[in-house]
């Protein structure tokens, strides 16, 4: 079964660049779910998007956007690029959108290194 | 601000055994609750969902129950093996997606 695809798996960028992160949402999914996972850390959830539109805001920076696009992906745009941003990103995707008692299905995540 | 607890942070369980992983959470408005299991660098794995409306959710060897009055929890795993050994998440859906920070357990053979 198709699951939830995400590119790059690794990416190193340095200080004050910027990154983008695509996320494939498991086909008929349409709702898509960003999550920021630190070494050690719980997953931090950074945002959400249902039928192409922001559904909910957690802690992403503003430094962060992100967008989903007519395909139902996704792709988390991050500028400015500080060393504290190294983390593993998480996108998961479910049908419906939250509430909807549906399963969260999550991608292998994207290794995000700042040096 | 909504929490969730997961207790114990680390179990280390000789195989065979069975246990009980705890998760407890403060939003009274929880829909679901959603236990995932997490290998080292690795995604995350959803085991099982269990709706605010239901008690129970079992598949093979786990079994997962929800008291939304009290605001728990708990994943039981039985006849624990090695290859159990992972990271056990518990992800409460309600007012806002929130994440424990997670049981790590180790099951020596």
């Known amino acids: 079964a198709a699951g939830v695809i995400q590119s790059p798996r690794h990416l190193i960028k340095e200080k004050r660049e910027t990154a983008t992160l695509k996320c494939y949402p498991i086909?008929?999914?349409?709702?898509v779910y960003w999550y920021q996972q630190g070494p050690g850390q719980d997953p931090q959830f950074l945002i959400s998007?249902?039928?192409?539109?922001?559904?909910d805001k957690g802690s992403i920076p503003d430094r962060f956007s992100a967008q989903q696009f007519s395909d139902y992906h996704s792709e988390l745009n991050m500028s400015s690029l500080e060393l504290g941003d190294s983390a593993l990103y998480f996108c998961?995707?479910?049908?419906?959108?939250?509430?909807?008692?549906?399963?969260?299905?999550f991608g292998s995540g994207t290794q995000l290194s700042v040096l | 601000k909504q929490e969730v607890t997961q207790i114990p942070a680390a179990l280390s369980v000789p195989e065979g055994e069975n246990l009980v992983l705890n998760c407890s959470f403060t939003?009274?408005?929880?829909?679901?609750l959603q236990w995932f299991r997490q290998d080292p660098g690795k995604g995350l794995t959803s085991l099982l969902l269990i709706q605010s409306s239901q008690r129970e959710q079992t598949s093979g060897r786990l079994n997962a129950s929800l008291d939304k009055s009290s605001g728990r929890s708990t994943l039981y795993i039985a006849a624990s093996q090695p290859g159990d050994s992972a990271t056990y998440l518990c992800?409460?859906?309600?007012?806002?997606?929130?994440f424990g920070k997670g049981t790590t357990l180790s099951v020596s053979s």
């Open positions: 992800l409460a859906a309600g007012t806002a997606l929130i």
């Open positions: 086909p008929r999914h349409d709702t």
């Open positions: 998007f249902y039928e192409k539109m922001q559904s």
């Open positions: 939003d009274s408005a929880i829909y679901n």
């Open positions: 998961a995707s479910s049908l419906g959108p939250r509430g909807a008692n549906e399963k969260l299905f």
